[in-house]
C-alpha cells in the first residue's frame, strides 16, 4: 500500500473504533457553521422535526460502535480510510 500524499510504501494499518449516535451525520463544528448562517431555516428544517423526533422517535436512538481500519503513513503521517 502507498501513501496518496508522498507515496511512500511504509504505511501502518491500525483498527480504531468510533462511537457516535446512530441518527447523528455531521459533527458538532459543522452544525455550529450552519447555525451562524442558517439559524432561522435551519430552526424550521432540522430543529423542530429534530425536537420531534427527539420526543417521539427516542427509543429508536441508539449509540453504535464501528470498527475502521485506517492507514497510517510512517513517513508524513497522513492518516486515510481503507
Ligand atoms: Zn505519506
Same mark, same amino acid.
Not at 31 to 44: M, Q
Not at 45 to 53: K, R, S, V
Given at each position: 500500500?502507498?501513501c496518496?500524499?508522498?507515496?511512500n510504501?511504509?504505511?501502518?494499518?491500525?483498527?480504531?473504533?468510533?462511537?457516535?449516535?446512530?441518527?447523528?451525520?455531521?459533527?458538532?463544528?459543522?452544525?455550529?457553521?450552519?447555525? /451562524?448562517?442558517?439559524?432561522?431555516?435551519?430552526?424550521?428544517?432540522?430543529?423542530?422535526?429534530?425536537?420531534?423526533?427527539?420526543?417521539?422517535?427516542?427509543?429508536?436512538?441508539?449509540?453504535?460502535?464501528?470498527?475502521?481500519?485506517?492507514?497510517?503513513c510512517?513517513?508524513?503521517?497522513?492518516?486515510?480510510? /481503507?
Open positions: 500500500m502507498k496518496p500524499r508522498c507515496q510504501e511504509n504505511v501502518n494499518v491500525q483498527m480504531v473504533s468510533e462511537s457516535q449516535l446512530k441518527t447523528k451525520h455531521h459533527g458538532i463544528i459543522l452544525w455550529l457553521l450552519w447555525g /451562524i448562517y442558517w439559524v432561522p431555516i435551519k430552526w424550521l428544517c432540522f430543529t423542530l422535526p429534530a425536537l420531534i423526533l427527539k420526543i417521539f422517535g427516542h427509543k429508536k436512538q441508539k449509540i453504535v460502535t464501528t470498527h475502521k481500519r485506517i492507514a497510517v510512517q513517513n508524513c503521517g497522513n492518516t486515510w480510510n /481503507i
